[in-house]
C-alpha cells in the first residue's frame, strides 16, 4: 500500500489540480493544501510548482516523490519476506487481469488455489492490455495477467502460463461461413482475411493486442474490413459476432468455453498469425512473495492440464 505521501503527490500531478486530486483522493481541498505545506516545511524546499497549469513536480519534487515511493517498495518487500519467514504460506495477493482472463482463466484456477492454500487471500483488480502492464510497472498488483509481446519490453518480468489460438468468429449464416461448412476432420477451416475486405467487422477497442493484431492482419492482407462496433470485451464480440452483427476475431479458449449462442463458427486465419502467449508480469526489482509464487505454480500447473490445446 503506497503511503500517504506517494499517493498524494501522485494524485496531484495525474488530476493537475488541488481540487480534482482531492476528488480522487476522498479528502477536502483545505486538507491537501495543508498536507503538502508541511511536507514542503519538513523538506524545506518547494515540492510542487503551483503556477503550473496543470500542477507540476518542481525538480525537487520529482526527486523526493522517487525516494518515497523506493521507501514504500522496501517497506513491502520486508513486510512480505518477514511474512515468508515465519513458514508456511500465507498473506495476500493481488492479480491484474482483464475481464475475459478473469471468466476463461481464473475461474478455473481460483477454486483450485483455495482449496490448496486457504490461507492465501486473492483479489483481482481489472483493467485493458496497457493498463495491466502500467499497474505491475507501478507495483499496484504483485502481478498482472497480460499478452506476450509487451507494449513496454524488457520493462517487466514475465512468466509464461498458456498459449491461445487466434481464429476469427462468424456467425453460422455468414456467407464465408456457408462457403466453408464444418468438416470433421478440419474444426476449424481456414479463412483468408482479405476475404473480411468491407464486411462488417467487431473489432477490440485501441489499448488491447487484439487491436493491434487486427491493424497488422489488414496491412499483410491489404484488406479493409468495415469496422461496426468497438468493444472492450472479446466475450460480447464472439457473442455479436455469433448473432449475425459481423467478424470478430476471437480466441479458441473462447470458443470452446464461452457458452456463445449456438450459431457461432470459428475459422483459423490467413495470413497465420501467432497463438498468443499468456504470461504473468511483474516488476523485476519488485519482491514476488511465497504467496504470489504459489499462485503463479498453480496457474502454470492449471493451465498445462486445461488450457495448452485452447
Excluded: W
Excluded at 27 to 33: A, D, G, K, M, V
Excluded at 56 to 78: C, M, N, P, S, W
Excluded at 120 to 139: C, D
Amino acid at each position: 500500500m503506497p503511503s500517504n505521501i506517494c499517493r498524494y503527490l501522485t494524485a496531484l500531478i495525474a488530476e493537475g489540480s488541488f481540487s480534482k486530486a482531492a476528488q480522487r483522493l476522498g479528502i477536502s481541498q483545505p486538507s491537501l493544501s495543508q498536507f503538502l505545506v508541511r511536507l514542503e516545511t519538513d523538506a524545506q524546499t518547494e515540492l510542487v510548482d503551483r503556477s503550473a497549469k496543470p500542477l507540476k513536480l518542481t525538480a525537487a519534487g520529482a526527486l523526493f516523490l522517487r525516494t518515497e515511493q523506493q521507501v514504500d517498495l522496501l517497506r513491502e518487500t520486508a513486510a512480505k519476506q518477514m511474512l515468508d519467514i515465519k513458514g508456511g504460506v500465507r498473506g495476500h495477493v493481488t492479480v491484474g487481469a482483464s475481464d475475459y482472463r478473469e471468466t476463461f482463466f481464473l475461474a478455473e484456477v481460483l477454486p483450485v488455489f483455495h482449496r490448496l492454500y486457504p490461507l492465501i487471500e486473492v483479489s483481482l483488480t481489472e483493467g485493458r492490455t496497457k493498463e495491466l502492464e502500467q499497474m505491475a510497472l507501478e507495483g499496484a498488483v504483485d502481478f498482472s495477467l497480460v499478452i506476450t509481446p509487451l507494449f513496454h519490453p524488457g520493462t517487466l518480468t514475465t512468466i509464461e502460463l498458456y498459449q491461445e489460438r487466434i481464429l476469427i468468429a462468424l456467425s453460422e449464416k455468414h456467407r464465408l461461413a456457408q462457403q466453408h461448412p464444418a468438416s470433421p476432420s478440419e474444426e476449424f477451416p481456414v479463412i483468408d482475411f482479405h476475404d473480411l475486405d468491407r464486411e462488417p467487422f467487431i473489432k477490440i477497442k485501441e489499448g488491447q493486442q487484439m487491436d493491434v493484431l487486427f491493424r497488422e492482419l489488414c496491412r499483410m492482407s491489404r484488406a479493409s474490413p468495415r469496422v461496426v462496433l468497438e468493444s472492450e470485451s472479446m466475450i460480447a464480440a464472439a457473442t455479436l459476432a455469433s448473432v449475425g452483427l459481423g467478424a470478430a476475431l476471437t480466441t479458441e479458449t473462447l470458443v470452446r468455453r464461452a457458452g456463445t449462442a449456438k450459431p457461432l463458427r470459428a475459422f483459423s486465419v490467413e495470413p497465420p498469425v501467432p497463438p498468443r502467449i499468456v504470461a504473468a508480469a511483474y516488476r523485476s526489482e519488485r519482491y514476488l512473495s511465497k504467496a504470489a509464487r504459489a499462485l503463479i505454480r498453480v496457474m502454470t500447473d492449471v493451465a498445462a492440464s486445461r488450457f495448452q490445446n485452447g
